[in-house]
T-cell receptor, first 113, second 113 residues
Framework: DSGVTQTPKHLITATGQRVTLRCSPR?????VYWYQQSLDQGLQFLIQ???????AKGNILERFSAQQFPDLHSELNLSSLELGDSALYFC????????????FGPGTRLLVL | QQQVKQSPQSLIVQKGGISIINCAYE??????FPWYQQFPGKGPALLIA?????SEKKEGRFTISFNKSAKQFSLHIMDSQPGDSATYFC????????????FGKGTMLLVSP
């Protein structure tokens, strides 16, 4: 158990809908990262937050947005969902003194029908 | 543009054998190279990592070999066990690991009993 929690574990929704994925980092970790994992693209970095502020952006679509709250939990919002958004979404966090080490949560499996 | 190329895509090794997974990178600014292990239904977990100031790092049965001039690094799993069956991802980042991770596409390893 990495100490990173993600909810929900599974999510089934329809095209055009909007969903919110939630992540709680390990206690004391200020950095949160979001990744998308699909069979053809592998693990793709989406976005990083550090202590509430956006730190880096990767291959995140404009239909996707994220934020990190004062209690350090983070939410990833996916809107106008398409079939191709079906994937595993992982959150990771890293400690202040070893920011190169990322601890991954168990992921949220999103299925868009 | 895929900045970290990983091979092979899948690998079958007999119990007790050596598993070898290779990665090549393009960006010479990368200076931190971790390997992650992912079991089905779980998030990736850091296995071992290396920085370019050393050519090899060993932790138990796992060894990273690093060739800076060739811009390649590899993971060797000695005395492979069925419990090692998982997907392995190489990754790279800049700024001593403080930047985001760029992952290879993964290698599915099956160790046959």
């Amino acid at each position: 158990d990495s100490g990173v929690t993600q909810t929900p574990k599974h999510l089934i929704t329809a095209t055009g809908q909007r969903v919110t994925l939630r992540c709680s980092p390990r206690s004391g970790d200020l950095s949160v990262y979001w990744y998308q994992q699909s069979l053809d693209q592998g693990l793709q970095f989406l976005i990083q937050y550090y202590n509430g502020e956006e730190r880096a952006k990767g291959n995140i679509l404009e239909r996707f947005s994220a934020q990190q709250f004062p209690d350090l939990h983070s939410e990833l919002n996916l809107s106008s969902l398409e079939l191709g958004d079906s994937a595993l979404y992982f959150c990771a966090s890293s400690p202040r003194d070893r920011r190169e080490t990322q601890y991954f949560g168990p992921g949220t499996r999103l299925l868009v029908l | 543009q895929q900045q970290v190329k990983q091979s092979p895509q899948s690998l079958i090794v007999q119990k007790g054998g050596i598993s070898i997974i290779n990665c090549a990178y393009e960006n010479t600014a990368f200076d931190y190279f971790p390997w992650y292990q992912q079991f089905p239904g779980k998030g990736p977990a850091l296995l071992i990592a290396i920085r370019p100031d050393v050519s090899e790092k060993k932790e138990g049965r796992f060894t990273i070999s690093f060739n800076k001039s060739a811009k390649q690094f590899s993971l060797h799993i000695m005395d492979s066990q069925p419990g090692d069956s998982a997907t392995y991802f190489c990754a790279a980042s800049m700024n001593s690991g403080y930047s985001t991770l760029t992952f290879g596409k993964g290698t599915m390893l099956l160790v046959s009993p």
